[in-house]
C-alpha cells in the first residue's frame, strides 16, 4: 500500500522524513527549496511570508507566467477574522482587568 506522501508526489521531496525516519533530521530550508523546484516544473512558484497582523505563516502558489496568486494557505478572509479574534481577545482582557 502507497504512502499518503508518495501518492502526492511528496515521498520525491523529502516527506518520507516526517512519515516515520525520527533519527534523520529534516531540514527545511532544503525541503522548501525543492518544493519550490517541483512547482516551477509545473509553471507555479511558491511564495512563503509571515503575516504582519497575525503572525501566521502564509503560503501563495502563484502562476508562472503571469504572477497571479492561484491559491494562498490560509486565506486572505481568514487571516483578517484571526486579527479581529485578537482584537476582540484583548478589548475582553481589557474589560474584565
Given at each position: 500500500?502507497?504512502?499518503?506522501?508518495?501518492?502526492?508526489?511528496?515521498?520525491?521531496?523529502?516527506?518520507?522524513?516526517?512519515?516515520?525516519?525520527?533519527?534523520?533530521k529534516l531540514?527545511?530550508?532544503?525541503?522548501?527549496?525543492?518544493?519550490?523546484?517541483?512547482?516551477?516544473t509545473?509553471?507555479?512558484?511558491?511564495?512563503?511570508?509571515?503575516?504582519?497582523?497575525?503572525?501566521?505563516?502564509?503560503v501563495?502558489?502563484?502562476?508562472?507566467?503571469?504572477?497571479?496568486?492561484?491559491?494562498?494557505?490560509?486565506s486572505?478572509?481568514i487571516?483578517?477574522?484571526?486579527?479581529?479574534?485578537?482584537?476582540?481577545?484583548?478589548?475582553?482582557?481589557?474589560?474584565?482587568?
Open positions: 500500500m502507497p504512502s499518503p506522501h508518495s501518492e502526492t508526489g511528496l515521498s520525491s521531496l523529502g516527506a518520507e522524513n516526517v512519515s516515520g525516519k525520527a533519527d534523520q531540514d527545511v530550508g532544503e525541503v522548501v527549496e525543492r518544493i519550490r523546484t517541483q512547482m516551477q509545473l509553471q507555479r512558484d511558491l511564495n512563503f511570508s509571515v503575516d504582519d497582523s497575525t503572525g501566521q505563516v502564509v501563495q502558489v502563484l502562476d508562472g507566467d503571469s504572477g497571479k496568486v492561484v491559491r494562498q494557505i490560509p486572505e478572509d487571516l483578517r477574522l484571526a486579527e479581529r479574534l485578537d482584537e476582540m481577545r484583548s478589548l475582553l482582557f481589557e474589560a474584565t482587568a
